[in-house]
């Protein structure tokens, strides 16, 4: 397995997007530090690793709090001796415009999605730094990329990230470290119900968002939605020793949607 031996620590472990990256590297053989702010996320993500035949720890973490995240690390070490792989996960997701958004909440998503990455990054890479050797992987969204309208701290913050990838990249590279960064898009639900039903979480009543999600399938150029697992797969690439020369650079796995052409409609042929 091409993780073997590797230890991951993820952020913002829901059944969605962080759920199938996290069972993607556990099936590639890495152990998994499992990290969400609710801890019946990252309990039962945690739980799900070791019933398949894995190794994991879950650990409630307030990604924003430097205290919350140095002692995730620690325990990450106390469990399984090192880090290999960082993955960048947790994130808010607030819609609001400029207008609209209060100054609490703006300073809440950002604090969520970029404090929580350079927390993470720095206390985990201090640990990576002694082995010359680690991977940080860093989730942005093809928001951060363009200008989406109603949505102004989530797509602020995640195009921030891109070039704090690329600058980490630069400052790890002489340690043998590499900073990459994954784009998602729209994602199928589907994977997320199936994995909740499989953690034994309950996702209460979900919004019937078919019309939406048809929507925006139409709209990508492969005309499909990418799949939690599709994520999944980019991130063992990436932290795998078959890209060992690649850093400071972003994967979209988006189905073309942000080289899209943007006068094109991909559903009209």
């Not at 399938?217 to 078959?242: E, W």
């Amino acid at each position: 397995m091409k993780l073997e031996g590797k230890v991951a620590i993820v952020t913002g472990t829901s059944p969605n997007i962080g759920g199938g990256i996290v069972e993607a590297l556990a099936g590639a053989g890495a152990a998994i530090v499992a990290v969400d702010a609710r801890e019946q996320n990252a309990q039962s993500c945690a739980a799900a690793i070791v019933a398949a035949g894995g190794r994991a720890i879950g650990i409630a973490c307030d990604v924003t709090d430097e205290d919350d995240v140095s002692a995730a690390v620690d325990q990450a070490i106390a469990a399984f001796g090192r880090i290999d792989i960082l993955v960048n996960n947790a994130a808010i997701f607030n819609q609001k415009n400029i207008a609209t958004m209060p100054l609490a909440e703006w300073r809440l998503v950002n604090g969520v999605i970029l404090d929580g990455t350079f927390l993470f990054t720095k206390y985990a890479t201090a640990k990576m730094v002694p082995q010359g050797s680690g991977v940080v992987i860093n989730i942005v969204s093809t928001a951060g990329h363009q200008g989406q309208p109603g949505n102004i701290a989530y797509t602020t913050a995640k195009a921030g990230i891109l070039n704090f990838t690329r600058s980490a990249a630069m400052e790890y590279a002489r340690h043998d470290i590499r900073v990459v960064s994954l784009t998602p898009t729209a994602t199928g639900l589907d994977e997320m119900a199936e994995r909740a039903r499989r953690w034994n979480l309950d996702l209460g009543p979900v919004p019937d968002y078919s019309a939406i999600t048809a929507q925006f399938a139409r709209r990508i150029p492969m005309q499909k939605l990418p799949n939690p697992s599709d994520y999944g797969a980019a991130a063992v690439f990436l932290a795998s020793d078959d890209a060992a020369m690649i850093t400071g650079v972003d994967l979209r796995v988006d189905g073309g949607a942000v080289a899209r052409y943007w006068a094109w409609e991909p559903s009209d042929g």
